[in-house]
């Protein structure tokens, strides 16, 4: 009878698709129940709350890497925050937060949604493939670095100059512009496509196999998945990933923010001559700096933002459920 009954289930190939529902999952639902828009949504939420909550920590981060910005000439954390604070007050450490916004949001929804669709294709076989997930954050970061890198670099500069240097995010764009012409937007994306794609591969590798890790200590609630296993897994993966690529952020950093506030101009953006030109400069260790704000910006913002991210989505669930039922009633 078994395998009368498994002949019969396989029959039609297009019926082989593990608790598919048609009459409750639309074309355009992903493969857990869930709307395109409603995973950009999701998104675009978890990356507002993170880079909002932990922006001063970004900022003291790229002050740090920007070699020779003014007036801060330490490397040290508490010398970079005392600085800031003494000249400026705690505004400083927000200054730039607008271009963040405008960024954050549609490149993390961008983000999300991408790494759901490839995760979707690719880990179709296996769902705990740690090659499907690599793959997937990879080429979401691709799509979401296009889309952020522009206002990244907007946002690094206003961090560094004060208002004598850009009255705000329309000032630099319209100044870049004219001053640099448009490809200054884009002058670190090689660099940052470079740096995000390990990094997003060793942050989605760890993140999903900690989360089952983790998941699996209290077989109780895997079905659950309450948020602080997606907190506790983001910010390990999160903070191993910041270490690891600190030295391209740095590249990054200097490549964005050259020729503001003193910082070094460089006649091409190849990554090399960048590297050479730390050297130099600072030997081994400046492609180090900033890597303990990094680590401390990445490790909780992941937290905030996997946990935001997935309350989105259980939202969504719940109210794509009630959707449901109310049809059927």
Known sequence: MATD???TKFQNPADFRPDF????ISSTTSYDGL????????????GL???????PVDTVKTHM?????CPIKSVSVTHVLNSLLKSEGPAALYRGIAAMALGAGPAHAVHFSFYEVCKKHLSRDNPNSSIAHAV??????????AVFTPMDMVKQRLQLGSDSVYKGVWDCVKRVVREEGFGAFYASYRTTVLMNAPFTAVYFTIYEAAKKGLMEISPDSVNDERWVVHATAGAAAGALAAAVTTPLDVV???????????????KSGSIGDVIRAILQKDGYRGLMRGWIPRMLFHSPAAA?????????????????????????T
């Open 65 to 69: 890497q920007a070699i020779g910005s």
């Open 49 to 55: 709350v993170e880079h909002m909550a932990m922006f």
């Open 136 to 145: 997937s954050g990879v080429c979401a970061t691709v799509a979401s670095d």
């Open 252 to 266: 990054k950093t200097q490549l964005q923010c050259q020729g503001v506030c003193g910082c070094d101009r460089f």
């Open 304 to 328: 905030i933002s996997w946990s935001t991210y997935e309350a989105s989505k259980s939202f969504f669930h719940k109210l794509n459920s009630n959707s449901n039922s109310d049809n059927v």
């Open 5 to 7: 009954a498994a002949a």
């Open 21 to 24: 529902h048609p009459e409750k």
């Open 35 to 46: 709307h395109f828009w409603q995973y950009m949504i999701s998104g675009s939420i978890a």
